[in-house]
């Protein structure tokens, strides 16, 4: 369909004053937009049609979005590096553990704005399954807000306030699968073809367990499979997740145009960044794992380019939790973006690894092997989240050098965090009760860097070092770093989990704790541990603001080292130490250094106490 005959159909509904910016885009990304589309569902003989009324739809979402969110379109469109600066701190929360409901996280800016936040993940809040539904990761709907934690008035209203005050919300959005009790999986529960055709269905067991061959499991022990049987209406459905969660048919059109819509509804109600939940599984091939496979890439670029043209203020971001290789993909090429932001769970799971190694080996691996990225975009650095520690994403780098194998040397490190070995961490092997397989590990990083263990003043002390360490790293290293709630505070494990039978089988749990509000009192206070946490962390937070160099597209370089030391350069003015051993390392200097975070000068050999940091910026005075 030529160029002037679609773009009648997006330019409808939008209004006179808005149409040249539309049609402008459009002729910027309308090219990748058709182009991955016509890959995706070009076969469908109704395939211009239907990409009429897509068009047509979109006009219809811009000429929704308010007047100062079309600002905000403008602004970003003039500044697209605006994610990408040494100030840009985010934080990750649920809902109801950090203020009950939506009205009350709108209580809670004024402690965002004190640690320096200008980016909020709030974890699902949309209307989730009744029951068990995975912490929200199963939705009922994406149109409204659940009502135990608000109304869409309410998300609306968040968002204007996050953003007077210079916080952009981030929400998941749930791409890979709905909620069983979702009505669209209800209506192909009751037989209705269209709906049907939404989801991966099987009337037997001969493709499930053909695919069955090649494919991984996420939840083995609380989900284990991919398929799960419908008795009442007969056959299998895909659930690669847990039973509840019907994995979407991605390559029925009607799915992508439902989901695009919902999409981009949603960033009408002032949602600036989505989190694109399990990205890697959106396309299914028989003989592979069904992770990220090239048409899964193909959607995500699609949905960047309609974002592009409706709604250029919103930014992506990959969920993809693999391997390093397959992440560069995420991000798409500089002529087809995808996402504009990926987690590097890599770079989390290795600086765990190295401290459990005592050794820095993994974390300079990964450092090492880290791609450069293309303009205006970034990797997402943090040091703990709602989900486990994945140590599978490791193996490459486990496997290098070593001579030993990849998989014994991760489950050591997993077995390492279970409080093994008779060391500091009371984390959880994560779906796994196998100790020689390394799945994943849970538990707050307090936990896990042995504060919450901590006997006297000496031993918490270390902890500490071990804790501000993995932080220091995550605002070192160029990335939109996240804070995950709790952990501002030291705040330990909830073992409550354990007394619910929804929750028990899924350690995960462990590391959702409430905000502790008596922690949360005493933040100021450095007599506590709450407050001598909070104040390490603020120091950090307050001086990489002031260092240019530690923005997220700035180079980085590894010096060498001894082995237990990770030296990372950034740029010839900054370089950051940090011992990830329990024994003194020592390191020449070449040149005058300023200590940014403990105020001296140094130059020469310096020797790194047991787990500690330094944050170093070149002394440029003369003597
Ligand atoms: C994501 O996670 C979410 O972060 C989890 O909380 C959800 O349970 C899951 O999706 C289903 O919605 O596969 O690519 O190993 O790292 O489940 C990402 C556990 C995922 C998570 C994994 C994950």
Same mark, same amino acid.
């Given at each position: ?15 006179? =004053?808005?149409?040249?910016? !539309? +049609?402008? @885009?459009? %002729? ?8 991955? #589309? *016509?890959? &995706? ?58 203020? =009950?409901?939506?009205?009350? !996280? +709108?209580? @809670?800016? %004024? ?8 980016? #909020? *993940?709030? &974890? ?500």
């Amino acid at each position: 369909m030529p160029m002037s005959s679609s773009i009648h159909h997006l330019l409808d509904a939008v209004p006179e =004053g808005r149409r040249a910016d !539309v +049609a402008r @885009r459009y %002729a910027e990304h309308g090219p990748a937009l058709r182009a991955c #589309l *016509h890959s &995706l569902y070009g076969g469908a003989p109704d395939f211009e049609l239907w990409y009429g009324r897509l068009l047509c739809a979109a006009g219809a979402l811009h000429a929704g979005r308010s007047p100062a969110l079309a600002a905000l379109d403008t602004a970003r469109a003039a500044q697209p590096d605006w994610f990408l600066g040494q100030q840009m701190l985010g934080y990750c929360a649920y809902v109801d553990r950090l203020g =009950g409901d939506l009205r009350g !996280v +709108a209580q @809670r800016i %004024a402690h965002l704005q004190e640690l320096g936040v200008r980016y #909020l *993940h709030l &974890l699902p809040f949309l209307k989730m399954r009744e029951g068990e539904n995975d912490g929200g990761f199963a939705v009922a709907s994406f149109e409204e807000v659940d009502p135990r934690l608000g109304s869409n008035a309410d998300l609306e209203a968040l968002t204007a306030s996050l953003r007077g005050a210079g916080i952009s919300l981030c929400a998941d959005f749930i791409l890979n699968h709905v909620a069983d009790d979702h009505p669209w999986a209800l209506a192909a529960r009751g037989g209705e073809q269209r709906l049907r055709g939404f989801f991966h269905l099987f009337p037997d067991r001969v493709l499930p367990d053909r695919y069955e061959r090649t494919l991984g499991q996420v939840f083995p022990q609380a989900a284990p499979g991919n398929f799960t049987a419908l008795p009442a209406a007969g056959g299998w459905a895909w659930t690669t997740f847990y039973p509840y969660q019907w994995d979407l048919n991605w390559s029925n059109p009607e799915v992508f145009f439902e989901m695009a819509g919902a999409l981009l509804r949603l960033a009408n109600r002032g949602i600036e960044v989505f989190r694109l939940d399990s990205t890697a599984f959106l396309w299914k091939r028989e003989g592979t794992n069904c992770m990220n496979q090239p048409e899964a890439h193909l959607i995500l670029q699609a949905l960047r380019a309609l974002a592009s043209i409706v709604a250029p203020g919103v930014l992506l971001k990959a969920e993809a939790i693999v391997p390093m290789r397959e992440l560069p993909a995420y991000f798409g090429q500089p002529a087809q973006p995808e996402c504009h932001i990926a987690y590097h769970s890599s770079l989390m799971a290795a600086a765990w690894g190295a401290l459990a190694e005592q050794d820095a080996a993994l974390v300079r691996s990964v450092v090492a092997g880290t791609p450069v990225l293309p303009p205006h975009a970034s990797w997402l650095s943090y040091v703990r989240c709602h989900d486990d520690i994945g140590w599978n994403v490791l193996r490459a780098e486990a496997g290098e050098g070593s001579g030993e194998d990849a998989q014994a040397r991760l489950a050591a490190i997993s077995r390492f965090f279970a409080g093994g070995e008779g060391g500091y961490a009371r984390g959880e092997a994560f779906q796994s009760s196998d100790p020689h397989a390394a799945h994943g590990t849970t538990g707050m990083a307090a936990s896990l860097v042995g504060l919450e263990g901590a006997q006297g003043a000496q031993e918490e002390e270390m902890a500490m070092r071990r804790l501000l360490l993995l932080h220091g790293l995550a605002l070192s290293f160029g990335a939109l770093p996240v804070l995950y709630m709790g952990d501002e505070l030291g705040q330990a494990n909830d073992y409550s989990f354990r007394e619910r039978p929804d929750r028990a089988m899924d350690s995960r749990w462990l590391q959702r704790p409430q905000l502790d509000e008596a922690r949360f009192a005493a933040r100021h206070d450095r007599g506590t541990q709450a407050g001598r946490v909070y104040a390490g962390l603020r120091a950090l937070v307050s001086a990489r603001q002031r260092l240019p160099e530690l923005a997220a597209g700035a180079p980085r370089t590894l010096l060498p080292a001894s082995s237990a030391l990770l030296a990372l350069a950034r740029g010839p003015g900054f370089l950051a130490l940090y011992n990830f051993s329990g024994e003194p390392q020592r390191f020449m200097l070449e040149g005058r250094w300023r200590d940014v975070l403990a105020h001296g000068a140094l130059a020469g050999e310096i020797i790194l106490a047991p787990w500690a940091m330094h944050w170093l910026q070149r002394d440029h005075q003369q003597y």
